[in-house]
């Protein structure tokens, strides 16, 4: 019988992998993700950029602004992904002049006179489209400037102004001893960030219920399935294909880990202009971020289970599409009966995104022991404090619970449903299978 069992997974593994479909698929991915990761790199090449602007050029016909206006663009220049490529530079030109000597996109001129009504006015010229975080922070210097001019001109003390134009102190208090700044910062980034790493889990389970369903449905349709029947159990068939669909989808798993790899070590050693959220987006700086704010120790425990509570969800998952297939007589069927398992997995899906939102809920804290959506919830809810090791141990029990009640009464309902071809009464000889 051991051997019926490897020879099934082997067979199941050989038809997924060698195909051309798998490698032209997989040759495309790994094409797709490098290409995602470089993607400035390659706009760049094609003739696009995102390097910030190479020099600013301060036209100040009212020659009292430019100081200001530096100063005030220093300040809010932060918010820059590249600040320090900028140039600031005054000139004595006539603005035409100016105007004619641009011949790139990497110039802005910003023109500031005279205003009788609003003290001064000001106009930004530039070859093409100003990055709109750039723009503001020009608009927002040029306001500030002007708002300082103002209250000199209105007579205001100067110590008094400088009190007035002072960024104004906010001290953080936070009355819990074991809650900090930090991270209350990190709550809020790591709510969406950690949802973009269980992107692909959540993927590939919808890929794995597909691929289980898919297979077991065609092995009826072409009545193959009654010549594997007549030559191993139904629970030796069963296991093969949950065993060989979870090992595919480790192997895929693995391919878009190497890709991804690939893409950032391909990213490290290209010229790439730089190209984030902002400047506070850097991988050392998010680091840095988890350190402070006591996460990092976190992770130490929290990846493995993580890992784990994955591995479980893959086998109750494809469980799960199992049993349902092996009661479907089409692929069709199948796509009708799989729609509340996507669903289920969808929903655990955005319920971690807004994980930060629902600290303190019961609500939040009973979903995260639902056997389905644990995977997806309790993690980023342990990485956020929201629940203990204790909680994640009791959802990894009612997970593995669940896993054994499956395999214990679905293949009482496999035996039953894997040589039927009817669809009349289907659920009735489920729940009389499940019986015994």
């Known amino acids: 019988m051991t051997n019926k069992f490897k020879y099934l997974v082997g067979v199941s593994l050989r038809k997924k992998i060698k195909t051309k479909w798998f490698a032209i698929i997989n040759i495309l991915l790994v ?37 200001l206006f530096v100063s005030n663009f220093e300040q809010a220049q932060t918010y820059l992904s590249d600040p320090e490529s900028l140039k600031m530079i005054e000139s004595n030109k006539e603005k035409e002049k100016l105007v004619e000597e641009i011949d790139n996109n990497k110039t802005i001129i910003v023109y500031i006179k005279q205003d009788s009504d609003n003290y001064i006015s000001a106009e930004i010229i530039s070859n093409s489209y100003v990055d709109n975080v750039l723009y503001q922070i020009i608009s927002s210097a040029i306001n500030t400037s002007k708002y300082t ?3 000199e001109k209105s007579n205001i003390d100067i110590a008094e102004l400088a009190h007035i134009n002072a960024p104004v102190t906010i001290n953080r208090t936070i009355l819990d001893e074991s809650k900090s700044e930090q991270e209350e910062t990190m709550n809020f ?58 090992l595919f989808v480790f192997i895929q798993a693995s391919i878009l880990l190497v890709a991804g790899f690939l893409g950032l070590t391909v990213r490290k050693y290209t010229a790439a202009s730089t190209f984030s959220l902002g400047a506070d987006f850097d991988i050392k700086q998010i680091w840095e971020m988890l350190v402070s704010s006591g996460m990092a120790s976190r992770l130490i425990y929290i990846i493995p289970i993580t890992i784990l509570m994955m591995i479980l969800s893959f086998l109750a998952y494809s469980l799960l599409a199992g049993i349902l297939a092996s009661m479907t007589t089409s692929i069709e069927d199948f796509q009708q009966v799989q729609t509340p398992i996507i669903l289920i997995c969808v929903a655990g899906y955005y319920l971690s995104m807004l ?48 896993i054994y009640i499956m395999l214990k009464y679905g293949i009482r309902i496999y035996k039953v449903g894997i040589l039927n071809y009817s669809t009349t009464r289907l659920w009735s000889k489920m729940f009389k299978a499940a019986r015994g």
């Open 149 to 151: 001019i103002a209250m």
């Open 31 to 67: 094409v797709i993700i490098v290409g995602l990761a470089n993607i400035d790199t390659i706009i760049e090449s094609f003739g696009g950029d995102f390097s910030t602007p190479a020099e600013i050029i301060v036209k100040d016909e009212t020659g009292e602004v430019f100081d």
């Open 355 to 402: 994980a930060p939102t629902f600290e303190g809920s019961i609500f939040i804290k009973i979903i995260s022991y639902i056997p389905f959506m644990s995977a997806l919830i309790s993690p980023p809810l342990l990485l956020l404090g929201q629940i203990g090791i204790l909680d994640v141990t009791i959802s990894i029990v009612i997970l593995i619970s669940a």
């Open 189 to 246: 980034f790591m709510g969406i960030v950690f949802p973009i790493f269980i992107l692909p889990f959540f993927m590939l389970i919808v890929f794995l219920v597909q691929m289980i369903g898919g297979e077991i449905n065609e092995e009826k349709t072409t009545r193959s399935m009654e010549i594997i029947i007549s030559n191993v159990s139904p629970k030796t068939h069963f296991m093969s294909k949950i065993v060989a669909s979870n």
